[in-house]
């Protein structure tokens, strides 16, 4: 058949352009894999540029190879048009802050030999005419956090205490490669990451960039954190949590001190419970933004509320005080300093808000099921932040009348590959009565009257909830021929204050009610197979995954990971003493509160599910004993189970290695169980 002329210009157009013809059949996407997580790029900490025509944020990478993870900093045009990488170094960067001129962009590293990078991440300076960055501070202990001066001549810097351990002469009578004994002597004395606490803390120095010489301007056994410069520059406010014993208080409180030694720090808030966030100073300097948490007993159910209180102190004024959903840092004020721009987290989702200072209604700025946060605004009304779906990693986004445009475009290229499941937003309801809402991922090429079969993923926190961003366990799961239901169970945030103190001193009961209400739906609604049912979380999900199976034998595989069941045992073994003494008090007060939380591993007679439990060797948060109890206790009763320890690792498993590993072990774990050969899924 002879083509017509437009056909042959057709063509020649989309050679020229480099363009399949419109008629080609495209690649096919394929499943995700597990090597897929190793390609995910994690872009964060976006910052706009002064002069609104730069966006700098981080892109954090994986390398399987050699086995580390590195993080870098990039840089986007407001426009988009231009995407720049501006660090290559192995060593990683962060907190990217621009100089108040546009001139520098300063970072955080640790960069040198090795006795350089002992004394911890220091601030670089890139100039943005070119060159190499430079080393700006040489602190021991290192920086752990800055902002610069108005004018751009200071920096505060938050500086770790130096360990005087690290330094071989000062270990007196010890060998230069024995380490000393610990000594403890405080109340709250371990943290994750950090493990056994001594009296080192984090102050806040002042530091001149013509002399290159800082000097500490706080001091004592406190911790300073979030600094922020008043308009002027002659003034710092931060957070600092100042008790006679800090340890034993929940009580943080927003100070101001002048930028200078010898200055003595002034409270301006006054509320009994945490006041805190990112502190954002008025356009004038007469205000200061901050967030007040809840009372002090309800250390884990905070429900942040954006407040404001005069700089010079006196009565704060809480302006989202009926809004019961929770806000996040960071927050800004607008340029006229007559309204404040904020991120709200709301029920699955999150959006952008803004509320007058004077108090009134919150205007919803951005709607949608997506999650937004790392709000930059800019002093013409620029807006960047970071947005994601349920399909879409986070990426930079300007927001501009209230719609999206997306700057940054990390991860494009893995996601044109990829065939991802569909999320869809699912309510149940339990057998009190209780609404809940969840998340249902289905697979790719869903087929509505198939029964598959069902993980029940599980989040953690409580204090926190499964949302439409881009989850890659989810995904790979889904493409594994499973629906994952993730369910908000109470406890959750994004539901108001009343749900989430719903389980304040009652774990692991309303919980399990909720979860194995929403997995009774999907059933009812034909979407899972009741006899290929699975469930598994981390932290709190492990600690739920094991109050759930000892009340629903339905469950043909779990997976258990950081958990415990046992929780008498976990009073000074793990990080949470302030939490155990104010909602539980200690057990010599009375057993019950405990043997109540504990009632998962008291029935371990009644667990019938194979469990897979996992954790991390140094894991203080959770430690490893919880886990190794519920195992032993699987093991004496003849279920099949397993213990896996990934070592040097904490709360969070990070090297690449392990996390890989632990994908496999999980998904060979349910696939064992839930999917016989010659079955559906």
């Known amino acids: 058949m002879k083509r017509p002329a437009f056909f042959l210009v057709l063509v020649v157009l989309a050679i020229a352009l480099g363009q399949a013809w419109p008629w080609a059949e495209q690649p096919a996407k394929r499943p995700v894999k597990i090597d897929d997580f190793a390609r995910l ?54 907190r990217p802050r621009w100089s108040p001129d546009n001139r520098y962009l300063a970072f955080l590293a640790s960069r040198g030999d090795e006795e350089q990078k002992k004394k911890g991440a220091q601030v670089w300076l890139l100039d943005r005419r070119g060159g190499e960055a430079q080393q700006l501070t040489d602190v021991k202990g290192g920086v752990s956090d800055y902002a610069w001066s108005p004018d751009g001549k200071k920096l505060v810097l938050v500086v770790n205490d130096p360990d005087p351990n690290d330094e071989p002469e000062k270990k007196e009578g010890w060998k230069r490669k024995t380490k000393p004994p610990i000594v403890i002597d ?16 984090e102050h806040l120095w002042v530091f001149d960039l013509e002399t290159r010489k800082g000097e500490a301007i706080t001091s004592g056994p406190y911790d300073e954190r979030s600094p922020a410069w008043s308009p002027d ?75 404001i209180v005069p700089a010079s102190g006196g009565a704060a004024r809480v302006l989202t005080a009926a809004l019961d959903r929770a806000v996040d840092s960071p927050f800004s004020w607008m340029a006229d300093g007559k309204s404040l721009v904020f991120i709200v987290e709301d029920d699955r989702a999150g959006y952008v808000a803004r509320i007058p200072a004077s108090g009134g209604e919150v205007e ?101 909830q499964d949302e439409h961003s881009f989850s890659f366990d989810h995904e790979l799961f ?48 034909g979407v899972a197979d009741p006899e290929r049912l699975g469930l598994g979380g981390w932290s709190y999900g492990g600690i739920l995954t094991d109050a759930t199976i ?64 996992m954790c991390g060797e140094k894991d203080f948060n959770v430690p490893i004993a919880g886990s190794e109890q519920m195992y032993q206790a699987l093991k004496s009763r003849g279920i099949d189970t397993q213990l896996i320890v990934y070592p ?15 994908y496999e072990r999980r998904l060979a774990w349910y696939n064992k169980y839930l999917k016989p050969a010659g079955q559906p899924g």
């Open 186 to 201: 405080r109340y709250h004395f371990k943290q994750d990451r950090q493990g056994y606490l001594g009296n080192l803390h």
């Open 550 to 613: 000892a009340v629903d034998q339905r469950f043909k595989a779990g997976v258990s990971g950081a958990g415990s069941s046992l929780q008498l045992t976990m009073y000074g073994t793990d990080q949470y003493i302030l939490q155990y003494e104010t909602e539980l008090e200690p057990p010599w007060k009375g057993l019950e509160p405990w043997l109540k939380v504990s009632w998962a591993f008291l029935h371990a007679d009644r667990i019938k599910t194979p469990t897979l439990f």
């Open 478 to 525: 889904a493409a594994e021929g499973y629906v994952v239901l993730a369910v908000n169970y109470r406890g959750s945030s994004g539901r108001g204050s009343a749900f989430q103190k719903a389980i304040y001193g009652d774990w692991c009961h309303k919980e399990v009610i909720d979860l194995i209400g929403a997995v009774d739906e999907a059933i009812r609604v």
């Open 648 to 662: 040097g690792q904490f709360h969070g498993i990070t090297m690449p290695s392990y996390v890989r590993d632990r």
């Open 41 to 94: 790029r994690s872009v964060g900490d976006p910052q706009l540029s002064p002069d609104g025509k730069w966006v700098a944020y981080t892109v954090g990478t994986i390398d399987l190879e050699k086995d580390k993870r590195d993080t870098d900093l990039w840089m986007v045009s407001w426009d988009g048009g231009e995407e720049i990488r501006l660090t290559s170094s192995p060593d990683g960067e962060s």
């Open 233 to 307: 520059g002659k003034q710092i406010a931060f957070v600092s949590k100042r008790a006679p014993e800090p340890d034993r208080s929940g009580d943080t409180n927003v100070y101001v001190i002048e930028a200078r030694a010898g200055a003595e720090p002034r409270q301006v808030t006054t509320f009994a419970g945490p006041d805190g966030g990112q502190p954002a100073w008025s356009p004038d300097g007469q205000w200061i933004a901050f967030l007040q948490g809840d009372e002090p007993r309800f250390y884990a159910y905070h429900l942040n509320k954006l407040a």
């Open 364 to 464: 919803k700025l951005t709607g949608g099921r997506r999650v937004v946060s790392s709000l930059s605004l800019g002093s013409d009304g620029k807006t960047a932040l970071l947005m994601s779906t349920a399909t879409a990693l986070p990426e930079v986004h300007a927001l501009e009348n209230g719609a999206f445009r997306r700057l940054s475009h990390q991860n494009d290229a893995w996601l044109s590959e990829v065939d991802l499941g569909t999320t869809e937003d699912f309510t149940s309801k339990s057998k009190d009565g209780t609404v809940v809402n969840s998340l249902l991922t289905k697979p790719a090429g869903f087929k509505p009257r198939q029964k598959y079969p069902l993980l029940l993923s599980i989040h953690g926190g409580p204090n926190g």
